[in-house]
């Protein structure tokens, strides 16, 4: 089975070619407009989607030598994400879907990132703890098989790479900022300042990292009333450490407590240097499976769209799809320009 998939639910306009579970290309163009801004701008950026996603379909279509009577079905993200965003790559997939008439597949965003792991490995055992982490979410899921998942926490406020991003923007860096800060970590010292760890001993899975960014917040603006130079290595060094300290205890707290066989992040953060060395060792510690996908499945991407798309097909999970064109809706989660 051959599958073209299409991902655009934020800022990144992506799609894949993926045959029997062998990604034939994963083309992902990212939109350097919101760096001026600090952030998304929804409304640019469904404006640069309709502008890429003809190209990068047929960019990606060349990549895997095929052309669209090769195509056995369509997938398409519906959400969660920007709603303009979101309607560019549906309208596009339905019209597409239409024209040629091939069945599409709308599938969630967050539970494609979710199996991303099997993407990347297919060997990785079930069942699993699978902590999504990015900018718009950061939650742990019990993944028991191939289309069985349960949540097991989520953030109550900000997501881990929102707070990145926000601290990044206090001391000065760029957008994104989850890069510029692990980068910037490497040399700082991460006990220089003694910063909050959210939620860390509760009980419960869930995250918190609102009051991170407000401690970094008040130690940015009482160095600058004093005139101050920031340590800019070192504040970021020591939230990101907080931020990973969090991460990495909560997940192996839910491996523990449910006897799991792996381990496994995804999402924009899990490209996170410190974070994938220290999950990586703690599942060693415990004896288990540990996969962090390659760099271009952490990231929003079609190939992991379409990966979700079969092994819905082959599980017979096709409910209200198929053969006519599914009127299904897309799934807007609101997002703040920063």
Not at 120 to 138: M, N, Q, R
Not at 249 to 272: E, H
Not at 303 to 322: D, Y
Request: proline content about 5%.
């Amino acid at each position: 089975m051959t599958i073209l998939a299409i991902e655009t639910s934020c800022d990144d306009t992506a799609a894949a070619v993926v045959r029997d579970g062998a990604v034939l290309s994963n083309i992902i163009s990212s939109q350097d407009i919101h760096d001026h801004y600090g952030g998304i701008v929804p409304e640019l950026a469904s404006r640069e989607h309709v502008k890429g996603i003809a190209p990068i379909v047929h960019a990606a279509m060349q990549e895997a030598k095929v052309d669209i009577d090769a195509v056995d079905a369509i997938a398409v993200t519906y959400g969660p994400g920007l709603a303009g965003s979101l309607l560019v790559g549906c309208h596009f997939a339905k019209g597409l879907a239409m024209r040629h008439a091939k069945p599409l597949y709308p599938i969630h965003h967050i539970e494609a990132h979710l199996y991303s792991g099997y993407l990347e490995d297919p060997t990785l055992p079930y069942p699993s703890i699978c902590l999504v982490v990015s900018g718009g979410h950061t939650s742990i899921f019990h993944v028991t098989g191939p289309t069985s998942y349960s949540v097991m926490g989520s953030t109550k406020d900000d997501a881990a790479g929102e707070a990145f991003d926000k601290i990044a923007k206090l001391v000065g860096l760029g957008y994104p900022g989850g890069p510029h800060v692990d980068r910037l970590a490497r040399t700082g010292n991460s006990a220089a300042f003694d910063l909050p760890r959210g939620l860390i001993h509760e009980p419960t899975y869930d995250f918190s990292f609102s009051g991170l960014k407000t401690a970094v917040r008040r130690e940015v603006e009482k160095m600058r009333s004093k005139g101050t130079e920031l340590p800019i290595e070192d504040l970021c060094a020591s939230a990101q450490t907080a931020i990973v300290d969090v991460l990495v205890s909560k997940t192996m707290r839910a491996a523990d407590d449910l006897k799991v066989n792996a381990v496994v992040i995804a999402g924009g953060v899990s490209a996170n240097s410190e974070l994938r060395s220290r999950m990586s060792a703690a599942a060693e510690q415990r004896g288990i499976a540990f996969v962090a996908p390659r760099l271009g499945y952490c990231v929003d991407n079609a190939a992991m769209i379409a990966f979700v798309a079969q092994m819905r097909i082959k599980s017979g999970m096709t409910e209200g799809l198929g053969e006519q064109i599914p009127s299904f809706s897309i799934e807007p989660r609101p997002m703040r320009s920063r």
